[in-house]
T-cell receptor
């Protein structure tokens, strides 16, 4: 089955620890995106990557880092510098061209205490 | 800066009603507009994508319209069912990076 997988579904960490969220896709899409969703709000873009070995900051990149070493994978690290890391994190991918839809993974809910 | 607004934030209707969800955006220079459905604790499911040159798209009981000049889109749901209960999000794509700018969503409850 083609799709986007995110793991784990739920993640718990202590304050001050870095944590990495996984995002894998087998859709052969070039572009991948990370969004954050807080309760009652829409999604906000953290980072995006249009090709391998290249990525750009989104609107709320502070306290996060990413890598794009493979086309299929776009992991997100939430660092201890992120002031409010508890949120629902969603990964998406998109085929080339501006007219195509974005496809979303199931999300990872991160709780930091 | 593009801003996307969805009104109302929440809506409750009896089963069988036709309903309209609204989405407005401040910058009409958009590439596409996409409507999503989100069930509690889940990811997003794409419902309809309207390209900037199109006026509407239809899928089953759903019809989405786009009026760029007025900065508005509507999602029409015909003959609503309890299974339609979810949060509906609209998002616009401003440029060729594919970056989506989301509204806050409308949470719909369809009562049996």
């Amino acid at each position: 089955d083609g799709g986007i997988t995110q793991s784990p579904k739920y993640l718990f960490r202590k304050e001050g620890q870095n944590v990495t969220l996984s995002c894998e896709q087998n859709l052969n899409h070039d572009a991948m995106y990370w969004y954050r969703q807080d309760p009652g709000q829409g999604l906000r873009l953290i980072y995006y990557s249009q090709i391998v070995n290249d990525f750009q900051k989104g609107d709320i990149a502070e306290g996060y880092s990413v890598s794009r070493e493979k086309k299929e994978s776009f992991p997100l690290t939430v660092t201890s510098a992120q002031k409010n890391p508890t949120a629902f994190y969603l990964c998406a991918s998109k085929p080339p061209g501006e007219t195509y839809e974005q496809y979303f993974g199931p999300g990872t809910r991160l709780t930091v205490t | 800066k593009q801003e996307v607004t969805q009104i109302p934030a929440a809506l409750s209707v009896p089963e069988g009603e036709n309903l309209v969800l609204n989405c407005s955006f401040t910058d009409s220079a958009i590439y596409n507009l996409q409507w999503f459905r989100q069930d509690p604790g889940k990811g997003l499911t794409s419902l309809l994508l309207i390209q900037s040159s199109q006026r509407e798209q239809t899928s089953g009981r759903l019809n989405a319209s786009l009026d760029k000049s007025s900065g508005r889109s509507t999602l029409y749901i015909a003959a609503s069912q309890p299974g339609d209960s979810a949060t509906y999000l609209c998002a616009v794509i401003n440029g060729n990076t594919g970056k989506l700018i989301f509204g806050q969503g409308t949470t719909l409850q369809v009562k049996p």
